[in-house]
């Protein structure tokens, strides 16, 4: 059985063929608007006599590649992993009923999480106290019995 994760990525030709056309379509609104708006003597000559589209149809594009551009960065941002950690002190999960540390994971994803490895490192630090006297020559004394 493989159970390797799934690793998802932006295609980039699509995001930027998509981010391309919401440009191109606010270009052609802002043409259109212009154009309609130009002084006739401007309109009647060369590039301004050239029509591409009408206001209607250059706001319909641009509405609909603005729209199509959002609605697919919110389904990117719904998919997109969401792994979590905390960490507490519980009692009884330790033998002879004692205190011990619990890490937990949580996928708030909506698909499936696989661990494919784990490690964990343990990090003991000494409390801070009465230091020891040093030796001659550098070295601690030892600590006395308990």
Not at 8 to 16: D, K
Not at 21 to 41: F, G, I, K, M, T
């Amino acid at each position: 059985m493989n159970t390797s994760q799934r690793v998802v990525r932006r295609n980039r030709v699509l995001s930027g063929l998509l981010t391309w056309l919401v440009h191109l379509s606010l270009l052609l609104l802002a043409y259109s608007v212009w154009r309609e708006n130009a002084p006739d003597s401007l309109a009647d000559s060369w590039p301004w006599k050239l029509q591409l589209l009408d206001i209607q149809s250059a706001t319909t594009a641009a509405v609909g590649s603005l729209g199509a551009s959002l609605a697919r960065a919110q389904y990117a941002r719904a998919v997109r992993p969401a792994l979590g950690y905390f960490g507490q002190v519980k009692e009884g999960m330790a033998p002879d009923d004692r205190l011990a540390w619990v890490c937990s994971v949580l996928n708030a994803a909506q698909d499936v999480a696989v661990v494919e490895q784990l490690g964990y490192r343990v990090v003991l630090i000494r409390p801070r106290g009465p230091r020891r006297p040093r030796r001659p020559g550098g070295r601690r004394a030892p600590c006395p019995a308990r």
